[in-house]
């Protein structure tokens, strides 16, 4: 929800497709350290690799469903 959300708060901008992958890159890289910290800076947590791939997952498929959201939302306004 998260990539979702922010990549089509800023659809409006000239410069949309750099921001839409500044925010995915910043959604993957917010989920590695999570798992991180939760090594370093826990006592009861350990990090997993597996919940950063789902993480990871989830923010791509929040990039994808937002672009193809917004190419839907596009073409209707131009065809109709």
Request: hydrophobic fraction near 50%.
């Amino acid at each position: 929800m998260f990539v979702f959300l922010w990549t089509i708060s800023f659809n409006s901008s000239p410069y949309k497709t750099k921001i839409g992958l500044l925010i995915l890159l910043i959604a993957i890289a917010y989920g590695i350290l999570m798992e991180v910290f939760q090594g370093l800076l826990t006592i009861d947590r350990t990090p997993d690799s597996n919940d950063v791939i789902a993480n990871s997952s989830g923010a791509i498929v929040g990039w994808f469903v937002a672009k193809k959201y917004l190419q839907n939302k596009n073409q209707y306004k131009i065809s109709h």
